[in-house]
């Protein structure tokens, strides 16, 4: 097969997998718990049906002109959607991620959306120019975007990859999975964010290819990590001299919540049965004492 046929295959199959994955997600009731997801891929179902359509079934109603300023700009739109929605889903596994931790779990998404603000106001301030057109600031300002949000991704990758055990979260848990997904596509699009205001020339190149296999490699890593029951998470023990939870509580008396000591849930498989028989004991005799 040719570079060109590759490239359409595998752009035809995009909108199939996603449509896979979401209802994998509908059928492991995770919807709403990983909304981000959700709707990142229903915006690369929408984005593949609107440039599907500009491309071929409206050629008629369109000039040569027209038709490519409107797949030009719905392109670029979606482009930039799609990091905006990646972005949403990053925070979402960051909260994820923390969410025994509140204190440091606020302090952190307050640093990283301060870190998203800053990136969109760079990537504008380094496109404009005297001589740019609108065309060149669009790719330029969202190209930027573009890997400023692949850069925070890989970050967030990294921070998972370290912080999953003390966090107790196991390899096999979604939020890696989905993450991991996410360090896949943003490796991608660090490269094609950086090739293709450069190479404005043919889409049918191995980049191109690389790019294409790569997302439906995540969405199919995606569908095997929510395919699959997730190992329970882990409640987390911290001694009271842990540094760790010396953060936590700076951070939760800066947001003037109260601190933990004890963080995570702990069900009752965490105590021993003699241990089990002395709470019981002692929550009905709190029970008779209260009924006196």
Known sequence: MSQS???????????????????????????KSFLPLSSLLVLKIISWVTLFALKTLLTPYFSGTSRYHAYFYSYWTFYLLESVFIFWLLQNMFKQALNPLDGIKKMGMRVFQGVAVLSVLLAIATSLGPHVTSSKFIIAAVSQIQRSQSIITLCLLLFVCFAAG??????????????????????????????????????????NVANGAAILCTMLLWAGYFSFPEPKRRFISIPTTSPFLRWNQISLALGHDPGHVVIGKVGPEVFAPAELKMLEMASAKMKSASAV
């Not at 939020?175 to 190479?199: A, D, E, K, M, R």
């Open 166 to 207: 003390p966090l107790g979260m196991s390899y096999r848990s979604r939020i890696f999975g989905v993450s991991l997904g996410l360090g896949i596509l943003s490796t991608s699009s660090l490269v094609l964010s950086v090739w293709i205001p450069q190479n404005r020339g043919s889409i049918y190149t191995w980049i």
């Open 5 to 31: 046929e590759i490239v359409r295959l595998l752009w035809y199959c995009e909108p199939v997998f996603s449509l896979f994955l979401l209802g994998i997600l509908f059928r492991t009731k995770q919807l």
